[in-house]
């Protein structure tokens, strides 16, 4: 599986279908739908505009790290984000406190897209309450403030903050999202937040368990 779509025409309600078939019955998150939701978002984000193509670019990076995991020889390993924690602690193939030997583990690879999916329920809950003459550039900022900002050196947090200034106003965004009217936006983000938010909680909560959510 290759990257090669990007540019496809970005729809809202595609990133909630793949979210919504991210969980098994048994709440184990498949990492390929997982990859496929990012993605989407991606597509989303390239509409645009380049200023954004420094963030684009290393989620890309990212996206692909994990799917090199999945279609790899150790691929099997890699169909829940459960059994890729479990392979890569058990064989040894995770740098636990500081860089090493296994910058592309499966498992800080996703838990930096896992801290960006925090980011986007923040934000896409501000949108979901927000009226006609909020900003997105705030909503987006004060989302980042309170989620990734944290984890990110001064020199990201600048050139982030700095990008952030380019959305477009809500209505403009709102009609990339692709869904309808802005109360069928907001419909569709009220589907799509609890989807978002349960494979965030999920994904945590197992990262908590297995002590992994400082991985370097
Ligand atoms: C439902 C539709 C509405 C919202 C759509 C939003 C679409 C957003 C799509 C992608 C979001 C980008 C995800 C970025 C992942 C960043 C991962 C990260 O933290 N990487 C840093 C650490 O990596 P390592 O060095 O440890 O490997 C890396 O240093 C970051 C570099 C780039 C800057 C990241 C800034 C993140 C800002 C996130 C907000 C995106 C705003 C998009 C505008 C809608």
Same mark, same amino acid.
């Given at each position: ?9 970005f729809?809202?309600q ?11 019955? %048994? ?25 954004? #193509? ?6 890309? =990076? ?6 090199? !995991? ?5 691929? &099997? !390993? ?10 890569e ?13 296994? *910058? ?5 690879t996703?838990?930096?897209? %896992?801290? &960006?999916? /925090? ?7 501000r949108? /979901? ?7 997105? #550039?705030?909503?987006?900022?004060? &989302?980042?403030?309170? #989620?990734?900002?944290? %984890? ?13 200034? &380019?959305? *477009?106003?809500r ?22 937040? *609890? ?14 368990? =297995? =002590?992994?959510?400082?991985? *370097?």
């Amino acid at each position: 599986m290759a990257i090669a779509s990007e540019d496809l025409k970005f729809t809202l309600q595609e990133v909630l279908d793949t979210f919504k078939s991210c969980l098994s019955e %048994h709440k184990e998150v498949f990492l390929e739908h997982y990859v496929a939701g990012w993605r989407g978002l991606v597509r989303f984000m390239n509409c645009l505009g380049s200023v954004f #193509s420094f963030i684009s670019k290393d989620a890309v =990076n990212k996206i692909q790290i994990l799917v090199n !995991h999945l279609n790899g020889e150790n691929g &099997a !390993h890699y169909v829940t984000i459960q059994s890729m924690v479990k392979y890569e602690l058990d064989s040894q193939l995770v740098d636990l406190t500081k860089r090493g030997s296994f *910058p592309e583990s499966g498992c800080r690879t996703l838990l930096r897209l %896992h801290r &960006a999916l /925090r980011w986007l329920e923040l934000f896409l809950e501000r949108l /979901r309450t927000s009226t006609e003459d909020s900003n997105t #550039s705030v909503m987006c900022s004060e &989302a980042y403030n309170e #989620s990734l900002a944290q %984890h990110h050196a001064w020199i990201i947090r600048k050139a982030a903050g700095t990008a952030f200034w &380019a959305l *477009p106003g809500r209505a403009t965004f709102f009609d990339v999202l692709n869904v309808g009217s802005p109360e069928q936006v907001m419909a569709v983000l009220g589907d799509t937040l *609890p989807l978002i938010s349960e494979v965030y909680k999920v994904t945590e909560d197992l990262y908590a368990q =297995n =002590n992994i959510l400082e991985l *370097p």
